[in-house]
């Protein structure tokens, strides 16, 4: 920490809040310094600052993970990564939800930042299954779909995302949810010079190979019209984008989406590019399509609609005026006009439904409830905006900016403000910018901005015009509405907490409505791409997002004539009044439940700067960054932060966490006892409130490490006292076993004294039967004198024997347990499908059903690396004398999947190997994945398969000749008997690779070929032998 005394040197502060001065100037010139030296993060209290490097930086890597593992933030440099971990531990100790608001300008570097807090706390909670993996691939998804290249950034969010990350109260992760506001769909028509459409257009004509592009009728990627600027990034960045369409499909694939639905969404975004290529031909009032069998008869193809009403809907509208339909043609603008509304409505429709998608493959359990969940919540969104032309959109980005400086300063200086007053404390001299007036200009009922842009949104006739009428004639008293002198124009200024931004009313009322041409959604219900009418059968919420049936909902299937019927009473476009949901509408109540959320849990702020607008590394524009620095409050922040109460635990809660450090004895939760405990510790500066404990936030550190301390010495006295039981009772047992060897010697005493006596009894008894055989029967022996009962020896209870041996004493048998030392999942596979997971039988009839033809080569043979269901320990013993890299993929018991052993230098290593839904293969904890087993093989044979470098290098191939360890997986009634037909086959014909009759032993290569087993044919559970009658290889199935 930095020392008040003597200035230390510029750049050498990691906590701003620290410095005795700071003005604007010092506060700049600290961030400046520290950029050059690539150290991109400060903090400012518990805020963190981010500039952003724009180059690759050395400070995320495994190394940087471990430092920032439940690190006090003082002790190491300001880090993304220790807000993680801040927020990790703070929801573990608190058990309370967690927020991370991470805010800045567009290329600012919120959605890095967001990402590398979520990989840091996927990190945190040490879980490596393929839940966690899903969780990180979702950004590429999202990205693909939600994010473009605009002039400020090559990888713009253009939807804000709020991800809640969802943990069990220990600490594991469950599962997570994303919630989206306000995707730009406009793009999806139209981008500004220098733009570009959303990434996953271009990926599709870089990453599809011809033929797919065909079965999209992707056509020429230059004569797209929805590529407004041209196919060139097509041609200059054609690796960039290829790779990005793989990263894609392995995202799809690693989520959990399956190959059909993943099909669907590539034949409608073909539709949509096909629909953009439409062209009207006409005048003002009427129009047709230009060229009916080209794009149109394409899209209309890939949409699974029929053609000509397809063009309909784009041409006429239509009206049912007192129970008469009236059609009336449309001209070139208006039927352009819809077929964009219909491009916009499918593409909001499409990423609505991948989000809904990801949540219901991401969510937890529903075993779990929700009171056993805890959150942390990451907001990345849109920063705030200001451009020589700024429209609804920016209306809309920008309310949400200065609803997120509301909470910033309710947070930060209102809260904290308010409660020294109550305490007492002086904090005249602290003073903010209350935005809270102008945030009710936008959300006040009745007579807010968009309010009273919803209502005459309402009002066919309204204009864009008399909409600003009306607001001039509401706001104009306000400080921070203005329109233009010239009452004939559209401009009008809105004051920000940020700054003044000019707006153009032009199309507000229009993309308020967002209404859709009469007919689409009823056409698109009935669409034959199953993935469309599932979208347009769903319904927007209140919160503008999208509420899908589920798809045996039976409510969902309309026959086509109901829903003809229910098209022909759909209002005619333009003509509707309806009070339905309008976007801002819609906005503002996203943004209050999104508040609701953030209220309740604990926030963290990031806030991230750029420090230049060219985009390069190395360079920091004063002025640039002066003006975001000022408009996130960043300078009163430092200051308050310095001079405030960070923390302010109830009595209650800080009695519960540090009653142990008190050095008097007490009992109740109140002031008086807090105060107890806080002397008995050192500390200065603290505060004892009315109903609450005032802390510096650097307290808490100091806190926690005294309780460590108290911790570690009461581990001490537990160690101590139970050593001491321990020998006490160790003592007693001996003393118990020496009572027990006495009665054993007496006992065997006994026996050897009486042993002669009992010997000449028996030999008296024998001569008497052997001389009076006839009377064998009825002899009456010689009565026996019976002897005394040995004294037995006393057998100790349960409860006295030796203690089990400790953890570590390696006598664990359980091989299950045991299984994977590399890679542990915490979750069950979600391929489910047959029988109950975890019996061998289950496995069995998985892999009978459905695996053989991913272990057999196209001769019908099995890999030589494929073994059964074998243990590893099994597998171990086989590897041992192997050279290095050779492996052996082999079936669990325990579950529907495969796991790879192979021999490094000293040891043998496991990794577990999943299904995807989409059929696909993938090692639990890498991030590739393959088609099949073969390519996974052969993938790691040239790839490595860890960071340690191993490569798969030989197959190993079964232990014995006599005996193959995957006999109990082959064996079915179904298979003999295809079997049976193959042998009948074979003795007429001869195969390569088959053997012969009558041929005792197979040869290595031989012994792959996929034969039913003769014990398993006979009931047996292993192969004994050679199956003999030499079976031909039967074809993969
Ligand atoms: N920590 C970082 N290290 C290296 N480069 C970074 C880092 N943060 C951001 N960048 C670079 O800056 C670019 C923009 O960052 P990012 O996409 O996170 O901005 P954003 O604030 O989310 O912008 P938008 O609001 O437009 O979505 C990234 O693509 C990357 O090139
Ligand atoms: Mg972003």
Do not use: I
């Given at each position: 920490m930095a020392s008040l005394a003597g200035r230390p040197p510029i750049g050498e502060v990691e906590d701003l809040a620290t410095l005795a001065r700071l003005d604007e100037q010092t506060l700049l010139k600290e961030l400046k310094v520290r950029y050059g030296r690539d150290t991109i993060y400060t903090y400012v209290g518990d805020i963190l600052v981010a500039v952003n490097p724009f180059k690759t930086l050395t400070i995320y890597d495994k190394k940087h993970t471990a430092v920032y593992r439940r690190a006090h933030k003082s002790q190491v440099p300001p880090h993304i990564f220790a807000i993680a971990d801040a927020s990790y531990h703070s929801m573990l100790d608190s058990q309370r939800n967690q927020c991370c608001v991470v805010s800045g300008e567009s290329g600012a570097g919120k959605t890095e930042s967001a990402k590398y807090m979520i990989s840091h706390l996927i990190d945190l909670c040490q879980g490596k299954s393929t839940l966690e993996q899903k969780i990180i691939q979702v950004n590429p998804l999202l990205e693909s779909f939600g994010n473009a290249q605009t002039v400020m950034n090559?990888?713009?969010?253009?939807f804000g995302k709020y991800i809640q990350l969802k943990f069990s109260r220990q600490g594991q992760i469950l599962g997570a949810k994303i919630s989206e506001y306000l995707l730009e769909k406009s793009r999806v028509v139209r981008q500004a010079p220098g733009e570009r459409n959303f990434h996953i257009f271009y990926y599709l004509f870089a990453g599809l190979d011809g033929e797919e592009q065909q079965k999209y009728k992707l056509g020429n990627p230059d004569d797209q019209r929805y590529l407004s600027n041209g196919s060139s990034p097509l041609k200059r960045y054609k690796k960039e984008l290829s790779n990005g369409y793989d990263a894609l499909q392995t995202a799809m694939d690693i989520v959990g989406f399956l190959a059909e639905e993943q099909e669907n969404l590539f034949v409608a975004l073909g539709g949509l590019l096909n629909l953009g290529n439409v062209r009207f031909e006409g005048d003002a009032d009427r129009s047709m399509v230009s060229d009916p069998d080209g794009p149109l008869k394409h899209a209309a193809f890939l949409f699974g609609l029929d053609p000509m009403q397809l063009a309909d809907t784009m041409t006429v509208s239509v009206t049912v005026t007192r129970g008469e339909q009236i059609r009336r043609n449309l001209g070139v603008q208006r039927a352009s006009d819809a077929r964009d509304a219909i491009a916009k409505a499918v593409y909001g429709r499409l990423f609505s439904w991948i989000v809904n998608r990801v949540n219901t493959l991401l969510a937890p359990e529903t075993k779990v409830s929700q009171t056993d969940i805890v959150e942390i919540g990451i907001l990345d969104i849109f920063g705030f905006e200001n451009f020589d032309q700024n429209s609804f959109e920016q209306a809309c980005i920008n309310l949400a900016n200065e609803q997120l400086q509301y909470f910033f300063n309710e947070h930060i200086f209102k809260m904290e403000l308010e409660e020294y007053k109550k305490e007492g404390i002086?904090?005249?001299k602290i003073t903010y910018e209350d935005n809270k007036p102008i945030l009710e200009f936008f959300m006040k009922k009745p007579i807010g901005f968009l309010a009273l842009l919803d209502e005459e949104s309402h009002f066919p006739q309204a204009t864009d015009l008399s909409f600003l009428e009306k607001s001039h004639t509401n706001f104009k008293k306000l400080p921070f509405f203005a329109r233009a002198k010239d009452t004939r124009s559209t401009l009008f200024t809105l004051s920000h907490y940020a700054g003044k931004v000019e707006y153009d009313a032009t199309g507000f009322l229009e993309k308020n409505r967002d209404t859709l041409p009469g007919g689409v959604v009823e056409m698109l219900q009935i669409s034959k791409n199953g993935l469309l009418s599932h979208i347009f059968r769903g319904t927007i919420t209140r919160t503008g997002t999208l509420a899908l049936q589920s798809r045996r909902d039976k409510g969902a299937r309309k026959t086509r004539m109901q829903s003809r019927a229910l098209a022909k009473k759909a209002p005619a476009a333009g003509k509707s009044v309806r009070k339905v949901m309008t976007v801002g509408g819609q906005f503002k109540s996203s943004l209050e439940i999104l508040m609701e959320k953030m209220n309740a849990a604990s926030p963290h702020f990031v806030r991230c700067i750029k420090p230049n607008r060219q985009k390069s590394a190395n360079l920091f524009e004063d002025d640039y960054v002066t003006a975001q620095l000022s408009y996130c409050g960043m300078l009163e922040t430092t200051r308050i932060r310095r001079e405030g109460y960070a923390m302010r635990p109830t009595f209650e809660e800080f009695f519960t966490r540090y009653k142990t450090l008190a050095k008097k004895k007490v009992t109740v939760p109140n002031g008086a006892s807090c105060r107890v405990i806080l002397e008995g510790t050192g500390i200065k500066n603290w505060h004892i409130g009315k109903t609450k404990v005032f802390l510096k936030y650097w307290h808490v550190e100091t806190l926690t490490d005294l309780l460590e301390k108290v911790h570690q010495a009461a581990t001490r006295l537990q160690k101590i006292v139970r050593g001491f039981l321990a020998k006490r009772r160790f003592k007693r047992l001996l003393a118990e076993a020496a009572k027990q060897r006495a009665a054993v010697e007496e006992f065997l005493e006994f026996i050897s004294k009486n042993e002669a006596k009992v010997t000449q009894k028996l030999q008296k008894l024998l001569a008497h039967d052997k001389a009076n055989p006839k009377n064998f029967d009825k002899a009456k022996a010689e009565p026996v004198q019976e002897l005394p009962p040995p004294p037995l020896p006393v057998v100790p209870s349960t409860a006295d024997l030796p203690p089990p041996p400790p953890p570590d004493s390696d006598e664990s048998d359980d091989d299950d347990l045991d299984e994977f030392e590399e890679v542990i999942p915490k979750r069950a596979n979600p391929n489910k499908r047959f029988g109950r997971q975890g019996t061998k039988a289950a496995s069995v009839r998985w892999f009978q059903e459905t695996q053989v033809s991913q272990t057999t080569t196209a001769n019908g043979q099995f890999h030589e690396w494929f073994h059964g269901i074998i243990t590893r320990r099994a597998a171990e013993q086989m590897l041992t004398s192997k050279p290095i890299g050779c492996f052996i993929v082999r079936v669990s018991e325990s579950r529907f999947g495969y796991s790879l052993s192979f021999r490094v230098a000293d040891r043998c290593k496991h990794y577990m190997i999943d299904q995807t839904p989409s059929g696909k293969f993938i090692i639990v904890g890498e991030p590739k994945v393959h088609k099949n087993l073969a390519a996974l093989v052969a993938y790691h044979q040239k790839n490595p398969i860890n960071e340690q470098g191993d490569l798969l290098t030989v197959a190993c191939g079964q232990d014995s000749d006599e005996e193959l360890d995957y006999a109990d997986l082959v064996a079915t009634s179904q298979q003999a008997k295809m079997l049976q037909s193959s042998r009948d086959t074979s003795a007429r014909v001869s195969r390569p690779g088959g053997r012969s009759p009558g041929m005792a032993h197979r040869s290595r290569q031989q012994r792959g070929v996929f034969a039913a087993p003769a014990s398993s044919r006979s009931g047996g559970s292993r192969l004994k032998g050679p199956t003999g009658g030499g079976a031909p290889p039967l074809p993969p199935r």
């Open positions: 090559d990888n713009s969010s253009r002086d904090a005249t």
